[in-house]
Nanobody
Framework: QVQLVESGGGLVQPGGSLRLSCAAP????????IGWFRQAPGKERERVSC????????DYADSVKGRFTISRDNAKSTVYLQMNKLKPEDTAVYYC?????????????????WGQGTQVTVSS
């Protein structure tokens, strides 16, 4: 089974930046919608952003609009989440996910395949 792998998390001060990466070693992500989700302790999982494969359509949660940017590098078969102007409330475990059987659209994706997550902590 193809495994998604996240990286790039860490500890950052408020106002700082991090870039998360999502890849599937030995496998291409070009044809699949990739979503980023996060879950903080005691809170429900939140969909942060998604990028479609077909038209590159992107969507963002209201809480991150204007601060986070999702992108994909098909040459590297990697999807990135650039996070700027980070706030303490962005602290969470961040996961990428996909729907291997889907059409590549974020609107219809059934995210059933998940990575192991990467911790992002925003604190002074």
């Amino acid at each position: 089974q193809v495994q998604l792998v996240e990286s790039g998390g860490g500890l950052v001060q408020p106002g700082g930046s991090l870039r998360l990466s999502c890849a599937a070693p030995g496998f291409t992500l070009d044809y699949y919608a990739i979503g980023w989700f996060r879950q903080a302790p005691g809170k429900e999982r939140e969909r942060v952003s998604c990028i479609s494969s077909s038209d590159g359509n992107r969507d963002y949660a209201d809480s991150v609009k204007g601060r986070f940017t999702i992108s994909r590098d098909n040459a590297k078969s990697t999807v990135y989440l650039q996070m700027n102007k980070l706030k303490p409330e962005d602290t969470a475990v961040y996961y990428c996910a996909t729907d291997w059987a889907g059409s590549g659209s974020c609107q219809t994706a059934d995210f059933g395949s998940w990575g192991q997550g990467t911790q992002v902590t925003v604190s002074s």
